[in-house]
């Protein structure tokens, strides 16, 4: 790994200084907006998920790449995220898992890195400001701090509209189960599709496939996914499952959750720093039990702006809706990750209720 | 669920002496239960043997009973107490056995008293290997093929099916005593039979040997509703075949994906649920195949640990106060979390540093004993160190043992290993001892590739990859010195990016110093120079993702700081380090209190300590907590941030406490600004401590002491002994715990000493020894009375005499081994008189502010019983190790006393303030015994001398001495018979004192037998020998004649209490033998002939009086209506013959 001087900047000025990894862009930078997750373990399911398109990751664990890169815990087919901070980069991988080492992976995918950051300086001045842009890189400073006054964040930008798949593809089920799902892609995880195919077929279709598509696939349910992004900036998404609603179930996870609530008629808001990280406490309040989360979201669902709807789930944290039903409806979702990847599988029940709620609205 | 409102009180147990394998961390968690129970309004009743722990301060339970941890005295507690609730999961495996054994006995159930924490049904799942084992494969989970066994036969079977090697693992142990891994038949036959002697229900596992997979702990607590959580995960250093006590451990888990890590969750919880473990906090741990990823449970503790200690330190979640609030009722997500304040405890702590332990062995000590690591711990304490890095981590934590090391090698004792040639360190470094970590690193820095280290250790190839990135930033470093080697050349050549990366890895000032051959503050000076100053990150629970409420840092080298400036004058107390034989917990109760007395006078307190076990390094405790190694730089740091934050609008740092913590802070005196050590300066500790200072100081104001010199030469040592004559205590200078010190009784026993002294083998590694401190010769005093003074002057002159205490054992048996007694009833009011006298000159021409300890010598007089000529041995201007001791006897916080007069109160103005009160008038008497390791080591000779070797110490307190005195060899694990035969062997110079121990135990009805030079004496004196026994064969293999010999006697089980004093040295000795076969058989030993006089008066008062119990609340407050009050006025009037 050769060592290279690098820096970031951010948009409002704060400079951090560290060492290159991963691809090298020829311009020398790489912008985006920066998030932090706390996860301890789980970086190249993070790295690998969709949802971080646009965004440079944080980790604020400071050891990362130390068991290297397999080719079943990728959470899509190459990452998406814009780049990645951390505090020491591992040189070896080590685990019997281990088919690569990390920076072979980032550079393979052309994502690149810095190091030796003060990860936990830039962490608490996300928390204090906000999620920012910003660039990092190689390149002079001056050039950097350029390229962070021009960098955007997400907001306002369709980033579902990057990342979705092009075209529909199938995945068969893994259990004996005949229900048909169809999976609207606003950036889907594997690990999603690992635990819905235990229920059911998959057909996984484009953001942009509309109502009458879908339901010209006679599907027992309709899951909507994951996704990069502001809410607010998705189109179509919301119309296609407002008119979905009603004739056929519906379970949304974190993206999906913001766009059956905008379906519904609510609004999301940005919050600070978001979530991101594995150990966030929901409460199921339908059952009182306290879950260990997955979390990865910026955007949060306003629930005084939803009516008919019956909030299900809430983050103990700091009291942000975590899910809904809409029981007449035949909807629900949640705004946490279910199926992890990484993250604990404490909520794993939710996509056995989906399963439920199909069969009960099939009977 | 809120608190249980149907319960009222909660009697608590703790876990008793500190013992290997059972150390401070139990003060730790206890304390923090009882602290919280009693904030939920619950009366507390606290059941602890241990008196140098804080949770038996009278103000953290509503009763303490500093009595013994066993069945019957808990039952008295029981009766007397009637609580509603027996909390057992906090106070170790001592506090878990004793609820079982109450529990399986029907007394909780005749007392109508509930198990709250563990039931008893869980306790019995995770303990009983067997049940355990079906419980996990009935869940379907792995576990390493074994079988159960309960005699010889049974073993032979299991491992018939096999085959070798085998872990042996007796059932309801603690620290994995009597567990071992046997590879041959020979080993197997030998660990079956000791593991079925050392578990209590004989019964041991045998199972497949996974040594060398690699090894994880999980940290789990469950609530009531069933809400589980992970608060650390712990992966090992050492690979499976270390017992975990033993393993250099790190957290969080390092080379796991998050798919194997979140599978080991989910079978935790399995675990925990199935065990049924129902509140609270256990640990399950796993074993995984490095090549396969297997994993396989290995076992669970239904209980807190060393390991939950460890992660509440590393992680800042505090996993026993949470344990006693979920035994009560409360569910997670009810209990805020302490550090955020705004968020619950139902979450995981996510953690943005790494954490290493390491743990702290005491080898040196025990001559004989085989320094290898297996799965029996040995380790006597443990430091933890946090870094950004595990590089930093690790060697922070290097430089926090108190071993002189500065870090991983990169100093002057890396040469031991360096020497070695590579095949032979391979070899060396394949078996796991506490040299390993150096021998690796030594390893990898001379080429030897990460693969073949992993192949002969088994560390796993990421931890040793990261040691390679030390071996290779060092050799840059050194690359700085150029073909001129010069040193200052290189400090100039280092810009900022080349400091930041050699301190970012953990590399010290020190460690510098050595490499480039300059002076540390020369290091320290440049270093600051570049800019490159030490920065305090929080630990928060959530890598920052809240904000801190709580100052609990810890120092690294990044871009910026997160101590926060407040207003008050502040106070810096430096802890004393980890547990080790002569500095435990005594001097952690010493900064806590500190801690106590100056926050409540208003000061802002500072500790600084790397202990993970102890209460100092409760966040709770001080105002803010440094974890940092007590090196200079750690301290120097901690200080200019403590100064940088004044300058910022703070208060001022008023100064530093050097002399609460033993040895280790009381060595920095000297490198820190003399204005800012608080009580006593540097300057009078030195002269106390500097053998011709000294010697002129006690001529000065003519107080006797015994003659002596100091030699640096063996030619001098002998020209002194020719002048003082023998038998002679030599000693070295500034060490604790009498490290290396020996009494000699002929030229060769000197010369013999000297070499083990000068040959700095193991001293060498000892904190601020150096072969150039000369050594202490001082003519030896036979039969003499040793006592202990603790005192306190304060800076207008007033002395105030804290406690004086008269040794058990004569002199020459170290004070940290000896049973000491208060009052001290052997001694006439003439002799007490003159030893406050001289006490208080002492403490004066010494210009003491703050506590000091004197150690006395009072030749034994045969004209006047409990008077002679008072000699002084030594005096040390610091807490010792006996001021808890005295605290909890005599009722007045003489550590509170100390730190707010070296903060500058007088002693009148505590007074009049209400914190220094009068000792309390009651009629008790407290016996201190000490509790030595000799189990864990069975090679070596369980005899006391002047060098100490207990891990801890019990008090027994009652009315009459012996009662005090059998309370306190019942509370350290020797249950004094009552009736049966004692077996004597004694030293010639014992014999005395021994005929009237016979005599006495002939009197209570005892058989007597003796080896045939101490029967002819015995006889002599009118003592009824019964049998006279045979002498050993020197090889223990040549035949008797058909007599029984004293080693087969015992192993019969014909004695039910041994006396041998030591004759000579070294195992060649019939004694030792002796010994031994007590130790193996467990049958009480005492080694000298007063222990056994004492030992015969308690065994006389127990068989005559009822077994009482009182709280020392109750003592305190001279609360004591004794139906024996003719016999305490009788020994009040009498001074008794201890000895």
Redesign the interface.
């Given at each position: 790994m050769s060592v290279q001087s690098a820096a970031i900047i951010l948009a409002d000025g704060t400079v951090f200084e560290g060492e290159s990894f991963g691809a090298a862009p020829t311009t020398g930078i790489t912008t985006g907006e920066f998030v932090f997750n706390t996860v301890l373990s789980g970086y190249q399911e993070v790295i690998s998920d969709p949802s971080y398109a646009g965004q440079i990751i944080t980790f604020t664990a400071p050891h990362i790449g130390n068991y290297g890169v397999n080719s079943t815990d990728n959470e899509s087919e190459k990452p998406q995220c814009e780049g990645i901070v951390v505090r020491e980069m591992s040189r070896r991988a080590s685990n019997w898992r281990a088919e690569s080492d990390l920076v072979s992976y980032l550079e393979l995918h052309g994502i690149a890195g810095i190091g030796g950051i003060d990860t936990r300086r830039l962490t608490r001045h996300l928390r204090d400001n906000g999620a920012l842009p910003g660039a990092f890189g190689t390149a002079s400073e001056s050039a950097l701090r350029e390229a962070a006054l021009a960098a955007t964040g997400t907001e306002g930008t369709d980033l579902v509209a990057r990342v979705t798949t092009p075209h529909a593809y199938s995945v068969a089920a893994t259990s004996s189960a005949s229900r048909t799902i169809v999976a609207l892609d606003l950036g889907i995880k594997t690990t999603i599709l690992r635990n819905l195919s235990q229920y059911g077929s998959i057909e996984v279709v484009p953001a942009s496939t509309s109502a009458e598509q879908i339901l010209s696939l006679s599907p027992d349910g309709v899951f909507i996914s994951n996704g990069p992004g502001d809410p607010a900036a998705v189109a179509d998404v919301p119309d296609t499952l407002r008119e979905l609603l009603g004739k056929v179930p519906l379970f949304g996870i974190c993206m999906g959750h913001q766009m059956l609530a905008t379906a519904l008629g609510g609004t999301t808001y940005k919050l600070p720093f978001g979530h991101h990280g594995g150990n966030h406490p929901v409460r199921d309040l339908t059952t009182n039990k306290v879950e260990i989360t997955s979390q990865n979201h910026n955007y949060c669902v306003d629930v005084d702006s939803l009516a008919h709807v019956e909030v299900t789930h809430r983050n103990l944290n700091d009291s942000t809706v975590e899910g809904f039903e809409c029981a007449e409806l035949s909807a629900f979702a949640v705004q946490h990750h279910p199926e992890a990847g990484p993250g604990p599988h404490d909520s794993r029940y939710l996509f056995e209720r989906f399963a439920e709620l199909m069969d009960r609205s099939a009977s | 669920m809120p608190r249980r409102e149907d319960i009222e009180s909660i009697l608590l147990i703790g876990s008793g002496p500190i013992v290997i394998g059972q150390a401070c961390e139990f003060d730790y968690s206890g304390t923090q239960a009882c602290r919280v129970l009693k904030e939920e309004g619950y009366r507390v009743i606290l059941a602890n043997s241990n008196p140098a722990t804080i949770m038996t301060d009278p103000d953290f339970a509503d009763a303490t009973y500093i009595e013994p941890l066993v069945a019957d005295v808990l039952e008295r507690i029981l009766d007397k107490e009637r609580p509603d609730a027996v909390l057992p999961t906090l106070g170790g495996q001592t506090a878990l056995n004793l609820a079982m054994e109450l529990s399986d006995t029907g007394v909780l159930d005749a007392y109508g008293v509930e198990l709250i924490g563990a039931d008893a049904q869980a306790i019995r799942t995770a303990e009983d290997r067997d049940l355990f084992k079906k419980a996990m494969i009935e869940i379907g989970l792995n576990v390493p093929e074994s079988g159960i066994a309960h005699d010889m036969t049974q073993a032979a079977a299991v491992l018939g099916q096999l085959g070798l090697p085998v872990v042996i693992r007796p059932a309801y142990i603690l620290g994995g005593k009597g567990t071992g891994i046997a590879s041959t038949q020979a080993e197997f036959e030998f660990m079956v039979a000791r593991g079925l002697d050392a578990s209590p229900i004989t019964e041991v596992l045998i199972e497949k040997s996974i040594a060398g997979w690699k090894e994880f702990e999980l940290e789990v607590m469950r609530d009531k509703?069933?809400?589980c959580?992970i608060i650390c995960?712990i992966e090992n250093f050492d690979p499976m075949g270390v017992h975990t006590g033993d393993s250099i451990t790190v957290a969080?888990?390092?080379?796991?994906?998050?798919?194997?890590?979140?599978l080991m969750?989910?079978t935790a919880f399995q675990v925990m649920r199935r065990v049924g473990v129902e509140t609270g906090g256990s640990n399950v741990q796993f074993a995984v195949?490095?090549?396969?990823?297997e994993q396989a449970i290995i076992e669970m503790n239904p209980r807190v640990s060393r390991s939950s200690a460890l992660a509440s330190k590393a992680t800042g979640f505090p996993i026993a106060k949470i344990a006693a609030k979920l035994a009560v009722g409360y569910?997670?997500?009810e209990i805020p979390n302490d550090i955020t304040k705004?968020?619950?405890a139902?979450?995981?702590?996510?953690?943005?540093?790494?954490v290493t332990k390491v743990p702290r062995w005491a080898f040196e000590k025990f001559p004989g004993a085989e320094p290898t690591l297996g799965t029996q711990m040995q380790s006597v304490g443990e430091v933890m160190a946090i870094g950004?890095?595990?590089p930093e981590s690790l060697q922070k934590a290097m430089r926090s043992l108190e071993q002189g090391r500065q870090g991983l090698n990169c100093d002057s004792a890396e040469q031991q290993f360096d020497q070695i040639e590579t095949a032979e360190l391979m070899v060396q470094a394949a078996i796991g001892t506490p040299d390993r970590i150096f021998q690796v690193e030594s390893l990898l820095r001379r080429g030897v590739s990460?693969e073949d280290v992993f192949q002969a250790t088994k560390i796993?190839?990421?931890f040793l990859?990261q040691i390679l990135?030390l071996c290779e930033e060092r050799s840059a470093l050194a690359a700085h010195l150029g073909p001129e080697e010069n040193g200052s050349e290189a400090l100039a050549s280092l810009d900022r990016q080349d400091w930041r990366r050699a301190k970012?890895l953990g590399f010290g000032d020190a460690q510098l110093a050595y490499l480039w051959n300059l002076d540390d503050s020369v290091v320290r000076a440049a270093r600051l120079a570049a800019g490159v100053e030490a920065t305090y990150?929080t630990v928060d629970t959530?890598?920052?993702?809240?904000?801190a409420e709580t100052p609990y840092h810890y120092g690294t080298y990044?871009?910026?700081s997160e101590v926060a400036p407040s207003g008050r004058d502040k106070v810096i107390i430096l802890g004393s380090g980890p547990n080790r034989i002569g500095q435990g917990i005594e001097f952690d109760y010493c900064c806590v209190h500190a801690c106590f007395a100056l926050s409540e006078a208003g000061f802002e307190t500072i500790m600084v300590n790397c202990n993970p076990e102890t209460v100092s390094t409760d966040y709770d405790t001080s105002d803010r907590l440094y974890f940092e190694p007590l090196s200079t730089e750690g301290v120097l740091n901690v200080i200019d941030a403590e100064q940088r934050s004044a300058e910022q609008g703070g208060g001022k740092l008023v100064g530093v406490i050097v002399s609460l913590g033993g040895q280790t802070p009381l060595k920095l005196a000297n490198v820190l600004p003399p204005e800012l050590i608080l009580g006593t300066s540097a300057k009078s500790i030195d002269a106390a401590e500097d053998r011709n200072h000294w010697s002129a100081l006690c001529a000065r104001l003519e107080i006797p002491q015994p003659a002596g010199a100091t030699a640096t030469t063996l030619e001098e040592a002998l020209a002194t002994t020719d002048r003082i004559g023998f038998p002679a205590l030599i000693r070295p200078s500034y060490v604790l715990g009498g490290r290396a010190m020996e009494i000699v009784y002929e030229s060769e026993d000197l010369e013999r000493a000297w070499m083990a002294i000068a040959s700095n083998g193991s001293l060498g590694r000892e904190g601020g020894l150096s072969a150039d401190r000369p050594v202490l010769i001082d003519r030896f005093l036979e039969d003499a009375t040793e006592v202990d003074v603790d005192a306190i002057r304060d800076h207008t002159g007033e002395v105030i005499i804290g406690g004086i205490m008269e040794h058990v054992e004569e002199a020459g048996v170290h004070s940290g081994d000896s049973a000491c007694v208060i009052p001290p009833v052997g001694l006439s009011d003439a002799t007490i008189a003159v030893i406050e006298d001289y006490t208080k000159r002492i403490a004066t021409s010494l210009d003491v502010k703050g506590l000091i300890n004197v150690q006395f010598a009072v030749k034994r007089s045969d004209e006047i019983p409990g008077s002679g000529q008072v000699f002084v041995i030594e005096a040390n201007p610091r807490a010792s190790r006996t001021v808890p001791f005295v605290a909890k006897a005599t009722g007045v916080p003489l550590v509170k006393i100390a730190a707010r007069v070296m903060c500058g109160a007088t002693l009148e103005e505590l007074r009049v303030e209400g914190l220094l009160r009068p000792k309390v008038q009651g009629d008790h008497i407290a016996v201190k015994e000490a509790v030595l390791p000799w189990s864990r080591f069975p090679e070596v000779d369980a005899v006391l001398g002047p060098e100490m070797r207990s891990t801890g110490e019990v008090m027994g307190i009652d009315t009459s001495v012996g009662m005090a005195f059998a309370k306190s060899q019942l509370a350290a694990g020797d249950r004094m018979p009552t009736e049966g035969t004692v077996f004597f062997s004694l030293a010639d110079r014992d014999k005395v004192v021994g005929a009237r121990a016979a005599q006495r135990f002939v009197s209570l009805g005892f058989r007597i037998v003796a080896t045939s030079g101490t029967a002819a004496y015995l006889t002599e004196q009118g003592v009824v020998v019964d049998q006279v026994v045979a002498k050993i064969s020197s090889d223990r293999t040549g035949s008797n004649d058909g007599e029984v010999d004293g080693v087969e006697l015992i192993s019969s089980g014909g004695v039910d209490l041994v006396v041998n004093s030591p004759r000579g040295r070294g195992p060649r000795a019939d004694g030792a033998h002796i010994r031994r076969a007590a130790a193996t058989h467990l049958v009480p030993l005492v080694t000298t002939a007063s222990a056994a006089l004492a030992a015969a008066n308690g065994i006389g008062d127990w068989a005559q009086s009822d077994l009482q119990v009182r709280s020392l609340q109750e003592f305190h407050a001279g609360v004591w209506v004794s139906e024996e009050s003719a016999s305490e006025s009788y020994q009040r009037a009498h001074p008794v013959e201890l000895r």
């Open positions: - | 509703a069933d809400n959580v995960s969080p888990a390092q080379t796991l994906t998050d798919v194997e890590y979140q969750r989910d195949h490095p090549e396969t990823g569910t997670l997500d705004m968020t619950p139902s979450f995981e702590p996510s953690i943005d540093y790494v950004r890095t595990f990460v796993d190839r990421w990859d990135m970012r990150k959530c890598a920052a993702e809240f904000e990044e871009d910026d």
